[in-house]
Structure formats: C-alpha cells, structure tokens
C-alpha cells in the first residue's frame, strides 16, 4: 500500500476511534444526566428528631414511576461533604466500595428511580446514642412498588450528630443482602 494510502487509513481508523469513544462517552452521560437540586430550607419535622430524619431519609428516593423524586428534600438532611457509601461485590467476590458525593448519588440514581419506581421502606432500625452523636442500623426492604415484588434487602448504617438545633447524617454506608451474606437475626423484626 502506498505511504498516502497508508496515511489516510491510519487518520480514519484514528477518526473511527475517537469518534466511538465520543460515543461511549455521549451514551455514559445520558445515563448519569445532570440533575439540578435547588437549595430549600429544611422541614423542621425532618431535622428535628432522629425519628423524622431517618423516616424523611427513606420517603425523599421512594415513589411511583414517573414522580419526581425529593432531592432537594433530600439535601437538607445531610452536611455539605457528605460522602455515600454503597458496598458491592465484583464478579469475584471482592468488595467494592462506590464512593459517591450527593450530587454524583443524584445524578448517578434519578433516571432509573423516576422511570422504573423504587421503594424503600425501613422495616427494623436498631439506634445507638450518646450525648450529641448517634448511629442507626436501618434495615430496608427494596421493590419497585408499594407491595410489588421484593428486588432486595439491606442495612443503611447512618451516622449522625445533633449541632443543638437539629440532627444532621455525616455519613451513610450501605450493604445489600446477597447469597452467603444475610442480614442477622438482630437486625430483623
């Protein structure tokens, strides 16, 4: 092949690459969309007992397909650094820890939420407080809706502290229940 030809092939397959990496990238995008979450004062309900925190924690993401979910409901539960913490596993059985920012929770879990439904209850909690800090082991249920099939279960590990005003989640860490790993006795009803 002459040295011209040559070139010209190497700059399309070179254009063919970047284009299908634009692709992917575009294709990625879509599915963790930007979502705007407008700041609001909090519900004094919420904020007020470590009661109305966790209970506001799990009906701001819970709704029927096609609502909208409560993000910025949702934000005025935590500090502004909060980090999330969901625990998987690969397909070797390692744990993984997917480290998530608010906002990259948000953007990352919206679609699927609004378009499928999701519903999360609480369905045992056990509490551990001492002066202004506490952590609750909120064990859930999952399913797409009210009463609908059961999708998973788990423990949501909530730490949080009281600033003299209001109850505020530092953090939240989250494991799922899976084969070979289910959730003991004590933190079931």
């Known amino acids: 092949m002459p040295p011209r030809v040559r070139a010209l092939a190497w700059a399309l397959g070179i254009g063919w690459a970047v284009a299908g990496i634009a692709w992917l990238a575009a294709e990625e995008a879509q599915k963790t969309k930007h979502v705007e979450v407008p700041t609001i004062a909090p519900r004094a309900e919420d904020v007020g007992t470590i009661e109305g925190i966790v209970k506001a924690y799990y009906e701001v993401i819970t709704g029927p397909p096609g609502r909208p979910r409560e993000w910025s409901r949702d934000r005025t539960l935590y500090i502004s650094d909060l980090r999330f913490v969901a625990m998987e596993v690969d397909k070797s059985g390692s744990p993984q820890a997917r480290i998530m920012s608010h906002q990259q929770f948000v953007d990352a879990e919206n679609a699927e939420m609004v378009q499928e ?32 099939p059961l999708i998973g279960r788990g423990i ?22 899976r084969p070979g790993k289910t959730i003991p006795k004590e933190y079931l009803p």
Do not use: C, M
């Open 117 to 148: 439904g999701f519903d999360e209850r609480e369905i045992h909690r056990v509490t551990q407080r001492f002066g202004n800090i506490a952590h609750v082991f909120s064990t859930y249920e999952t399913r797409r809706t009210p009463g609908g």
């Open 156 to 177: 949501n590990s909530i730490e949080l502290f009281w600033d003299g005003k209001r109850w505020w989640i530092a953090s939240a860490i989250w494991d799922e229940e």
